[in-house]
């Protein structure tokens, strides 16, 4: 649905993009993750036909971005970082606005209104002045306007930007519906738990460059040869510890108390087995867990070796 090849863009001496190449199916929800200045905006640009390529191509919809402008922008709804509301207006004539602007026919606008209304639960705010929304209910009109053409394409810069935790969690249930009805959604965030729970694939950027793509598990995998494993104790600590220290497929024990965390080496069996080794040895075990990576651990993984 989304393809980049090559894309770079430079301004002057400096290399804001340096060669990005991207591939996002349909249906996907794909987090574009890194700190700010990665190139995540000046690459959403881009792809939304609001930037000019110093190199490069991108296809989005079967068109391509540099050819084909205009049923590009058919085709997505775009929600920058920052977008201006006006004064006087109120939400239903601001989306009406932006349904104007799509050439959607003046018959068809109010039921569409109405529905878009309904989806990003702003139907009581339908009345009201834009200007006078709270930044929460001002993201969710923002995210309204990119629908009103019904687009398949979802590029969204920072949606979840300034916004309350209850807020940030709406934000998130709206993505998941929005996949539900087939929309492929592409999100950057800087803001790495704002991703974590709802995206299947994300990319990660940093300083122009993608360090890595693809599905969230697969990435993990890449970066975690060796199974987390976390164990907590009521008693008998160091007891458990002599015994986790004597296996071969344990290393770097890190304790604290009656909290233990360690690399395991082995495979799933094993570690059932390792389990039962340590109640069989009369070790109380109140916690016995996997620790799986986060997004946070894999993109401060990557970009150490990056920087390495």
Known sequence: MIKVRGFVKRYGDFPAVSGIDMDIEEGDIYGFIGPNGAGKTTTMRFL???LEPTRGEAWVNGYSVTRSPAHVKRSIGFMPDRFGVYDGMRVWEFLDFFAVAYGIPKKKRPGIIEDVLVLLDLQGKRDDLVNGLSRGMQQRLCLAKTLVHDPPVLILDEPASGLDPRARVEIKELLRELQRMGKTILISSHILSEL????????????????????????????????IVEVVVSEKAEECEYLLRTSDLIDNIERGGDDFRFEFGGTMKEIVDLHSWLIASGIPVLWFREVRADLEDVFMTITKGEVA
């Open 196 to 227: 974590a729970d709802c995206c299947n694939k994300v990319g990660i950027i940093e300083k122009g460059k993608v360090l890595a793509s693809g599905p969230v598990d697969e990435i993990i995998k890449s970066i975690r040869r060796n199974i």
């Open 48 to 50: 939304s036909t609001l």
